[in-house]
T-cell receptor, first 106, second 112 residues
Framework: RKEVEQDPGPFNVPEGATVAFNCTYS??????FFWYRQDCRKEPKLLMS???SGNEDGRFTAQLNRASQYISLLIRDSKLSDSATYLC???????FGAGTRLTVKP | NAGVTQTPKFQVLKTGQSMTLQCAQD?????MYWYRQDPGMGLRLIYY???????DKGEVPNGYNVSRLNKREFSLRLESAAPSQTSVYFC???????????FGPGTRLTVL
């Protein structure tokens, strides 16, 4: 089993849709988790940290489920500009998921 | 404040050639990292440096060497390039170990 796994997608959704991605990790001792966004041929940029209590930033919600060892990212009211690849990171292992590709269509 | 900078942006090498990828950060971060990104593989850690003067191997260190020249600069060297090292290389830095990282724009390397 890979240490960090993501559904590669692609997810193709219409504007305004709600979409959710999951990311599973194998190291139960992991402490730090992040979601990054990567546009085509660009560097990854931090989208949000994932806290134990869950956190929300506008249309984006991140949650951590330690019992099942996964983190999730929920995007509400999708915009065309949300089209990108979303990478989950288990930071204390320095492990990135392979990314989930999202395309939002008009 | 440029953040993390990398040079060169693009490079083509022949098998067996050597080169050094340069990375610098101006955020006074302690930790710096080198990753490679291949299609379908995500980013894989090559080497990292938790602080000036220290370096540690990551997931895929073979064929690479690094130097943490000072707090700002962290270079990655390919001594004898191989086609399997064709990839996009990203440098990153973070204030502390295992915390959120800021990435440079990447170096696209092709080894023929």
């Amino acid at each position: 089993r890979k240490e960090v796994e993501q559904d590669p997608g692609p997810f193709n959704v219409p504007e305004g849709a709600t979409v959710a991605f999951n990311c599973t990790y194998s190291n139960s001792a992991s402490q730090s988790f992040f979601w990054y966004r990567q546009d085509c041929r660009k560097e990854p940029k931090l989208l949000m940290s994932v806290y134990s209590s869950g956190n929300e930033d506008g249309r984006f919600t991140a949650q951590l489920n330690r019992a099942s060892q996964y983190i999730s990212l929920l995007i509400r009211d999708s915009k065309l500009s949300d089209s990108a690849t979303y990478l989950c990171v288990v930071s204390n292992d320095m492990r990135f998921g392979a990314g989930t590709r999202l395309t939002v269509k008009p | 404040n440029a953040g993390v900078t990398q040079t060169p942006k693009f490079q083509v090498l022949k098998t067996g050639q050597s080169m050094t990828l340069q990375c610098a950060q101006d955020m006074n971060h302690n930790s710096m990292y080198w990753y490679r990104q291949d299609p379908g593989m995500g980013l894989r850690l090559i080497y990292y440096s938790a602080s000036e003067g220290t370096t540690d191997k990551g997931e895929v260190p073979n064929g690479y060497n690094v130097s943490r020249l000072n707090k700002r600069e962290f270079s990655l060297r390919l001594e004898s390039a191989a086609p399997s090292q064709t990839s996009v290389y990203f440098c990153a830095s973070s204030l502390l170990d295992y915390e959120l990282q800021y990435f440079g724009p990447g170096t696209r390397l092709t080894v023929l």
